[in-house]
C-alpha cells in the first residue's frame, strides 16, 4: 500500500494523529491550487490531510512542504463536483498570517515502539550468529532512520552491504516502497551495483550498495555466509511493518540536532577512528570520514527519540561503527590495503601541503574562500578534495568548512611523511 493512501489508525505515525485529531490549522503545506495562495496543509509529507479543507491565504503563503501553524480568520463553505459527479462540501479557511511549526514539538516523549522493538523488527529478517545478526539489524535501523539536512546539504547515511547477498533482499524488504523512487524527498536505494542517479532536490538520500569500491560510504553491514533468511519472516515483516513505518515516519520528520559544545568530541573521536583504520591494515570499502559521525549520531538520535544529540548517542555509534569495522575485516577476504588508500595523486598532495600552510592543522576554512586561495581548476579541486576525505585527511563541516588534520605520532606514521620533504 502506499504511504498517502493509509487509512487505518494503527498505521499512523504518532505526529500524524496528533495533527489530524489533537490540532487545528497546522500541517504541511501542500498546494491546491497553480496560483500559489491556496493550499493543504497535510498531517504528514507522506500522507493527505483526510479534512475537506482549504487554506486561502492573504499574506504571503508557505513554502510548499513548510510545516506550519496557520492563524484562520474567516471560515467559508465551498461545494465541489469532484470526479464521481458528486458534490461535496469544503471548508475554505481564510489565513492572515502563520508561523513555521517545530516538528519535535509534536513528538511526544512515549513512543509507542521502543527502539530495542524496532531492532528486533529487522533482525527476524536474518537467522545466524546472535552477535552478526545483531549487528546487522542495528546497522540496518541505522541506515532506514536516515540522516536529516541541513542548509548546505541533503541528508542521508549510506551503507555498504558486503560479502554473501542471501541477506539482501531481507534488508530491501524494510524500506517502504514509496522511498525506493527517485521522485521521493527521503529516497532509498539498495542495489547490487553503483550508480550515480541524477538527483532533484532531495532532502535525504540513502545509498545501499553491495560491495561498492568509490561511494563513500558511512557504515559497513558485513553479510557472512552464515546469515539466511528464515522461512516465514516475509510474512512475519508484512503483518508487522505498517507500525514499524508509523515509527519510521515519526523518525524522519523530527529534526535531531548537534550542539556546537560536541564539535570537539566529535573532532578528537574523527582522529581515534582515522587511526583505528589505519591500524586494521585494509578496508573493505570507501570510508567517509568527513560527515560519518554527524549522521550516524544523528541517525542514532532518530531511532532513540532525541531531539538533541548527546555525548552517549556519539559514544554509542561509534561503538557500533566500529564493531562492524571489526566483523567487516574479519569477514571479507578481498583486501583493499590502507597503505594503497593513502596513495595520493599529485594534485591531492599539493592541495594537503597548500592546506597545512594556508589554514593549519585542526584550523578551518570555508570552501568558497579556500577557492580563491587554491589555483587549481573547479573539478581537479573537487577530486583532491574526495580524495584527502577518503584518506582521512580532512573533514568537511556541514557548514561547508574544510578542516585539515595532520598526524604526527611514532605509533601511526603519517601517510604522507613520504613527501613532506
Not at 6 to 22: A, C, D, V
Not at 76 to 85: A, Q, T
Not at 157 to 180: C, E, M, Q, Y
Amino acid at each position: 500500500m502506499a504511504l498517502k493512501d493509509r487509512i487505518h489508525g494503527y498505521s499512523f505515525s504518532e505526529i500524524e494523529k496528533e495533527l489530524i485529531f489533537n490540532r487545528e490549522n497546522c500541517g504541511y503545506a501542500r498546494s491546491a491550487h497553480s496560483s500559489g495562495i491556496l493550499l493543504f496543509l497535510d498531517p504528514s509529507p507522506f500522507l493527505n490531510t483526510p479534512k475537506r479543507e482549504y487554506f486561502l491565504f492573504e499574506c504571503m503563503p508557505p513554502k510548499v512542504g513548510e510545516l506550519i501553524s496557520a492563524h484562520v480568520t474567516q471560515i467559508k463553505e465551498h461545494i465541489e463536483h469532484e470526479r464521481n459527479r458528486q458534490y461535496c462540501k469544503y471548508n475554505v479557511k481564510v489565513v492572515d498570517s502563520w508561523e513555521p511549526l517545530d516538528p519535535n514539538s509534536l513528538l511526544k516523549q512515549k513512543r509507542l515502539l521502543e527502539p530495542a522493538e524496532i531492532e528486533s523488527f529487522f533482525s527476524q529478517q536474518y537467522r545466524g550468529e546472535e552477535e552478526n545478526v545483531k549487528g546487522i539489524a542495528t546497522c540496518s535501523a541505522l541506515y532506514a532512520m536516515s540522516s536529516p539536512p541541513n542548509e548546505f546539504e541533503a541528508g542521508g547515511v549510506n551503507a555498504a552491504l558486503l560479502g554473501d547477498r542471501n541477506g539482501i533482499a531481507g534488508f530491501k524488504r524494510s524500506i517502504p516502497t514509496d522511498f525506493r523512487k527517485i521522485s521521493s524527498p527521503f529516497f532509498y536505494k539498495i542495489s547490487s551495483k553503483e550508480s550515480f542517479p541524477n538527483f532533484k532536490p532531495t532532502q535525504e538520500i540513502n545509498l545501499a550498495y553491495i560491495n561498492p569500491e568509490k561511494t563513500p560510504m558511512h557504515i559497513p553491514i558485513p553479510f557472512s555466509a552464515e546469515i539466511t533468511a528464515p522461512i516465514g519472516s516475509r510474512l512475519n515483516m508484512e503483518c508487522i511493518s505498517p507500525i514499524i513505518t508509523g515509527y519510521l515516519l515519526d523518525s524522519l520528520m523530527i529534526q535531531p540536532v548537534i550542539p556546537e559544545s560536541l564539535e570537539s568530541m566529535i573532532l578528537d573521536i574523527s582522529y581515534d577512528l582515522i587511526n583505528d583504520i589505519k591500524e586494521a591494515g585494509y578496508i573493505p570499502y570507501n570510508q567517509d570520514f568527513s560527515s560519518l559521525i554527524p549522521r550516524l549520531s544523528q541517525s542514532f538520535a532518530r531511532l532513540q527519540s532525541h531531539l538533541m544529540v548527546g555525548t552517549q548517542d556519539i559514544r554509542e555509534v561509534v561503538n557500533i561503527w566500529s564493531d562492524m569495522v571489526f566483523e567487516a575485516h574479519r569477514e571479507m577476504s578481498t583486501e583493499h590495503s590502507v597503505k594503497q588508500l593513502y596513495t595520493l595523486g599529485g594534485h591531492s598532495k599539493k592541495l594537503y601541503l597548500d592546506l597545512l600552510d594556508i589554514i593549519g592543522a585542526d584550523n578551518k576554512m570555508l570552501i568558497t574562500e579556500l577557492i580563491k586561495l587554491i589555483k587549481l581548476d573547479p573539478d581537479s579541486l573537487k577530486e583532491s578534495i574526495e580524495e584527502l576525505n577518503r584518506c582521512g585527511l580532512i573533514i568537511i563541516t556541514p557548514k561547508k568548512e574544510i578542516r585539515v588534520l595532520e598526524f604526527k605520532s611514532e605509533e601511526t606514521k603519517s601517510p604522507l611523511s613520504n613527501f613532506h620533504s
